[in-house]
Antibody
């Protein structure tokens, strides 16, 4: 069974940092691109960052470019999101998602990890 | 970025009803559209790809149609387990973008 399990969320002050992790299992991790998608009450679903199957192509939403860094460790079947200079508007549930086709078909999704940015 | 607009934002219907949700793109996206189903407290689930192709295991009462800028998700006979929020998503242009969601409730 394909499974994605996120961790690392929490409460952080504006300007602070967090590192999210996603442990993947049930599929050949280095065959697939991966992304982070977030969900907040005010902005719905928002794609945040993506990394290709070999790590050669990395892309970001304009809203996080320069502050967030996506990476992967294929030896550990893991995806990461380093989030720096966090803002109140980054508050959301962050999902790790597999890109099934390298065309942004998001399937499946993890259960999400909650990030709250508040003073 | 391509804007995806869903209507209605919420919908109340009875079991057995035919339900239609629409999604409009701000520019032509060919048929590069996916639909997701998010049940309360759960992560979104991949439902339909390329506007009209059902993912394996999705009940045949679900169908998708459309091309260009206008798309439709139809449930032919609403069941209680279909209560969820439905999202469309375009993947024609970078970045991939989602509609704001349509919350489906049982009347």
């Amino acid at each position: 069974e394909v499974q994605l399990v996120e961790s690392g969320g929490g409460v952080v002050r504006p300007g602070g940092s967090l590192r999210l992790s996603c442990a993947a299992s049930g599929f050949i991790f280095d065959d697939f691109g991966m992304s982070w998608v977030r969900q907040s009450p005010g902005k719905g679903l928002e794609w945040v960052a993506g990394i290709s199957w070999n790590g050669g192509i990395i892309t970001y939403a304009d809203s996080v470019k320069g502050r967030f860094t996506i990476s992967r460790d294929d030896a550990k079947n893991s995806l990461y999101l380093q989030m720096n200079s966090l803002r109140v508007e980054d508050t959301a549930l962050y999902y790790c998602v597999r890109d099934r086709t390298e065309n942004n078909w998001f399937d499946p999704w993890g259960q999400g990890t909650l990030v709250t940015v508040s003073s | 970025d391509i804007q995806m607009t869903q209507s209605p934002s919420s919908l109340s219907a009875s079991v057995g009803d035919r339900v239609t949700i629409t999604c409009q793109a701000s520019q032509d996206i060919n048929n590069y559209l996916n639909w997701y189903q998010q049940k309360p407290g759960k992560a979104p689930k991949f439902l339909i790809y390329d506007a009209s192709n059902l993912e394996k295991g999705v009940p045949s009462r679900f169908s998708g149609s459309g091309s260009g800028t206008d798309f439709t998700l139809t449930i032919s006979s609403l069941q209680p387990e279909d209560i969820a929020t439905y999202y469309c998503q375009q993947y024609d242009n970078f970045p991939p973008t989602f509609g704001q969601g349509t919350k489906l409730e049982i009347k």
